[in-house]
């Protein structure tokens, strides 16, 4: 008979019980001063500001956050606009999936008539997890959920003198909730953990959980949470074409979904790692001949045009969560065919874009990146 699943364990051993007392006083002393928190809080407004938030600095964030909230200051006004807008509101932050899931999580939203009440509801919204939903619950909603996300495992792991893990760490953060101020101590955790408490230093004597921490008081707060081996990203090769038409420069938008779905960019491609265009053992000039060749099949079957595939123009270096990729952008021209995007290519859509239209459409920062490097030496960018 198989063992029904168990819920995984918290930390025995509980800390004193003042430990919120002393983490409430010091945060309400010290709390930063954020546009999407106290009465600049709001269930939408959280949303955003959490979403936003994965994998991007606060001093990132904020001028993000209000360029939003000039433009799309309600979820109607979200999930009615076309998400070319969003994405161009979202350039440079990365991680475009975000974008994406919020636009649709908000059509969810209107045609729902409100947001959630609970945390079984915004979790069932598109890219809505676990640490999103407490995070919006809890501040928003003033409901007793946790919100775990890495200062708070870091802080609570060495608080414990526990090896981390996150699952363990939010069923004890659970107990330690003190009722009615969820939303507070959550944010105080996450405040303490990016300044006091930080991966890699911890001013231990500044803490206001100094006397309630294993690892602070025996001096080994860096050894906690265990760290974990870094996965080295495998190095790609991607090529894209400088097409040229007037002060115009054709790009095509990617389709909804994949990597930089939505976004608009160079046409090219992300060469197979079999590509023997991505030899790196190549000779320079076979290599370059090979990467022009395999760029003009990608765009004869993308886009149905033949090109004349002419100079490097230089390379791009960019790093994701998965990859590193180097982009090698080359200077062409049509020879004949339209711009013609196929329903099963990589491109839902191509158009010459010039260059006062560039901050109203969505760009990765690999396209940013093509697109402003130097025509020539001293005579500045295309645009």
């Known amino acids: 008979m198989a063992r029904a699943a168990r819920a995984p364990a918290a930390p025995a051993h509980l800390p004193d019980p003042l430990m919120s007392v002393d983490l409430l ?26 979403v936003m938030l994965q994998q991007t600095r ?22 009615n606009a076309p998400l070319d807008d969003v994405l161009a509101l979202w350039s440079g932050l990365g991680y475009y999936s975000r974008a994406r899931n919020l636009h649709a999580g908000a059509k969810v939203v209107v045609a729902a008539g409100g947001f959630p009440t609970s945390f079984e509801g ?22 007793d959920e946790p919100a775990v996300d890495g200062n708070l495992e870091r802080v609570l792991a060495r608080v414990h003198s526990h090896p981390g893990g996150r699952a363990e760490i939010t069923a004890l953060a659970r107990r330690l909730l003190p009722a009615g101020r969820a939303g507070d101590w959550n944010q105080a955790l996450m405040d303490l953990g990016s300044s006091l408490c930080g991966p890699k230093s911890a001013r231990c004597e500044e803490c206001p959980l100094l006397a309630h921490c294993g690892a602070g008081r025996e001096g080994q707060a860096l050894e906690f949470p265990l760290k974990k081996a870094k996965r080295v990203a495998p190095a790609r090769v991607a090529v894209g074409a400088l097409l040229r038409r007037g002060e115009a420069v054709l790009l095509g938008r990617r389709q909804p979904q994949g990597l930089f779905g939505g976004l608009f960019e160079l046409p090219g491609a992300l060469l197979a790692e079999a590509d023997p265009a ?20 990608a765009v004869a079957d ?24 180097q982009l090698y952008v080359f200077e062409a021209e049509v020879l004949s065919g339209a711009p013609a995007a196929r329903v099963d290519g990589p491109w839902d859509t191509l158009r010459w874009i010039l260059p006062s239209e560039r901050a109203s459409i969505g760009l990765s920062t690999l396209a940013t990146k093509a697109l402003d490097l130097p025509l020539r030496p001293a005579q500045g960018t295309l645009f």
């Open 25 to 50: 006083t010091w945060y309400a002393e010290r709390a930063r001063e954020l546009p999407w928190r106290g009465a600049g809080a709001s269930p939408y407004r959280s949303w955003v500001s959490e």
């Open 58 to 79: 606060v001093e990132v964030v904020r001028g993000y956050f209000n360029r939003w909230m000039l433009a799309l200051p309600t979820v109607e006004d979200l999930a």
């Open 122 to 143: 915004w979790r069932a919204l598109p890219g809505v997890g676990d640490y999103i939903a407490g995070a919006v619950c809890s501040i928003a909603l003033g409901l």
């Open 278 to 297: 991505a030899d790196p053992e190549l000779h320079p000039t076979d290599r370059e001949d090979a990467l022009r060749s395999a760029l003009a099949l």
């Open 302 to 325: 993308g886009a149905g045009l033949r090109l004349g595939v002419g100079a490097l123009r230089g390379t791009v270096d960019h790093t994701l969560t998965h990859m590193r990729l």
